[in-house]
């Protein structure tokens, strides 16, 4: 009986513990400031499966972004428009930003979202100028072949952007628009034109808004239970934020010149292996950051040319002017190493460059280490030898045996076998080197 009444009551509290509703939770994922890269949709598409397998309400998109590449662009659109999680983007905080690339991810989203005082829009491609560069004085207007270049590229990318305004019902002229005209709208306007969903102060207003709302995806019709659900913040790993890292342009330019000079101190000092070794290492990241940001060559060339001016200065005398035009040089290579805004191709959208501070900041610390260099090397050649027969002759000593005309002297902290060449010296006088023939002194009587 006692076995009964102890089964009966744990069938009766596991009934109980059941029927009671399980809290809802959503994932979260906050982009700031994120240029649009490969290793971006990686961590996109992890956060999905993620989101997926902890069966999640939605998956929440925060971001701001300038832009970035389209092919990760159209393959992170393809991912949330097959997602079978709700996918939430919303431009936060306040003074955010959804530009270029970032317009098509923010409208890919199920449910897109912004906060007031951000922006939306911006999203005309532009491309690299074929012409050659037009004289001083005239502007030179686009080829024939950038027009119809640009014209194809603007259509391809305003038929994907309405593609995804029709997926999503949003409104298809406002987003052609974005495109075409390079239109910006702000959080209040873009919700007015239906080009987002709804405007939302912060994230926990933005789960209070879009609780109870039906959202169709891949797998199905789903009405979202978010009000008090629990919020879970997914992190890319330190290898996806390593990655990411990388395709920061002032990272790729400190690279390229932790690499130069990583090469210039194994050849001034061959054998020292660590310098070679950090510079090959420092080559190869920035030859990853190539792949994922538009690197101009004439750029890299440029940096090229500062090493070997720098490599130069080290073996040929020319009174710090090699230097000086391989700071130049480098100043110029960081300079362009990135396209400017008018010379992007059109794989890329974001107006991205060497930060002006990391540029100066590299030029001044590289030409501190030259100038510190090429003061040592000539104090170094002025300085008197401190080993070796030139530093022996003019060395004073002491007599310690009669020299008539060979005896021995002590010079140095060491005994020598001296021969006196005017005359005899008596032991304990003191003596001047004046030559030095094999291990055998020739010494005078200091006067």
């Not at 891949?218 to 990388?246: C, I, N, Q, S, W």
Request: with cysteine.
């Amino acid at each position: 009986m006692r076995k009964f009444i102890t089964a009966f009551t744990i069938l009766i509290l596991s009934a109980l513990v059941c029927s009671q509703p399980t809290q809802p939770h959503v994932c979260y994922v906050e982009l700031k400031d994120v240029v649009i890269n490969p290793s971006l949709k990686d961590f996109l598409e992890r956060a999905i499966e993620q989101a997926q397998n902890d069966n999640a309400e939605c998956l929440i998109v925060q971001i701001t972004t300038p832009g970035g590449m389209v092919d990760s662009m159209q393959e992170i659109v393809q991912l949330f428009l097959n997602s079978p999680v709700p996918i939430v983007t919303f431009v936060a905080p306040r003074g955010g930003n959804a530009d270029s690339a970032g317009a098509f991810i923010v409208m890919a989203g199920h449910i897109a979202a912004m906060a007031p005082a951000s922006r939306i829009g911006a999203a005309h491609p532009i491309i690299v100028p074929i012409a050659p560069v037009a004289p001083e004085g005239q502007e030179r207007g686009p080829s024939e072949s950038e027009r119809v270049m640009l014209e194809k590229v603007t259509n391809a990318v305003v038929g994907t952007i309405k593609a995804i305004a029709e997926e999503r019902q949003r409104n298809t002229k406002w987003a052609e628009k974005m495109v075409r005209e390079s239109a910006v709208l702000t959080a209040r306007e873009a919700a007015a034109q239906k080009v987002i969903d709804l405007v939302a102060e912060d994230i926990q207003d933005l789960l209070r808004k879009i609780d109870g709302k039906k959202v169709r995806t891949t797998a199905g019709v789903k009405v979202l239970r978010t009000k008090d659900a629990y919020l879970h913040e997914f992190r890319m790993t330190p290898k996806e934020r390593f990655l990411h890292f990388l395709s920061n342009p002032s990272i790729a330019y400190l690279l390229l010149l932790i690499a130069m000079l990583g090469f210039i101190m194994e050849i001034y000092n061959p054998g020292a292996i660590l310098p070679i070794t950090v510079g090959v290492i420092a080559f190869i990241l920035f030859l990853y950051s190539a792949a994922l940001l538009p690197v101009n060559v004439v750029g890299v060339l440029l940096i090229v040319a500062a090493t070997a001016f720098f490599i130069a200065e080290l073996f040929v005398t020319s009174h710090g002017i090699l230097a000086a035009f391989g700071l130049v040089a480098l100043l110029l290579g960081g300079y362009m190493l990135f396209p400017e805004p008018g010379a992007m191709p059109p794989n890329f959208y974001a107006y991205i460059r060497v930060a002006p501070g990391t540029l100066v900041g590299a030029g001044l610390i590289t030409g501190g280490l030259l100038v510190g260099a090429l003061v040592a090397i000539v104090r170094a050649q002025k300085r008197q030898p401190v080993v070796g027969r030139e530093w022996m002759i003019g060395q004073l000593g002491e007599a310690r045996t009669d020299l008539s005309p060979i005896g021995t002297v002590f010079v140095g902290g060491t005994w020598w076998t001296a021969e006196a060449v005017e005359g005899e010296i008596k032991a304990g006088e003191k003596i001047e080197v004046v030559a030095m023939d094999g291990l055998r002194l020739k010494v005078k009587r200091k006067a």
